[in-house]
């Protein structure tokens, strides 16, 4: 079982940055696909971005390309989502997520791929 813990949430203006992280309890992640989606009030969750194992890809929703980032450090076992430029239409609650790569490169897009979530961290943007 593994379990994720999302932190960097916040109230922020339109156009502040924030950087959300993401880290599995107890264990490291080096083998999984890890990825980012967002539930705003009254929608459904939607894919952001992922990111492979390794590092060796990453994808994003057209609505963030430009503005988020995805990254990942296998050695300290945290995955980050750098979010600038935020518009009012970021305003969600944020998911990590993750899945046993297998020992392939390929990225998931669907949140029912993801087995593993954490529990979510509040973005907020308002003026």
């Known amino acids: 079982q593994v379990q994720l813990v999302e932190s960097g949430g916040g109230l922020v203006q339109p156009g502040d940055s924030l950087r959300l992280s993401c880290a599995p309890s107890g264990r490291t992640f080096s083998g999984y696909v890890m990825g980012w989606f967002r539930q705003a009030p009254g929608k459904e969750r939607e894919f952001v971005a992922a990111?492979?194992?390794?590092?060796?890809?990453?994808e994003y929703v057209d609505a963030v390309k430009g503005r988020f980032t995805i990254s990942r450090e296998d050695a300290k076992s945290t995955m980050y989502l750098q979010v600038n430029s935020l518009k009012p239409e970021d305003t969600a609650v944020y998911y990590c997520?993750?899945?046993?790569?297998?020992?392939?490169?390929?990225?998931?897009?669907?949140?029912?791929?993801?087995?593993?979530w954490g529990q979510g961290t509040h973005v907020t943007v308002s003026s």
């Open positions: 997520a993750a899945r046993n790569s297998q020992g392939s490169d390929s990225i998931w897009y669907r949140h029912y791929d993801y087995p593993y």
């Open positions: 990111i492979s194992r390794g590092g060796i890809s990453t």
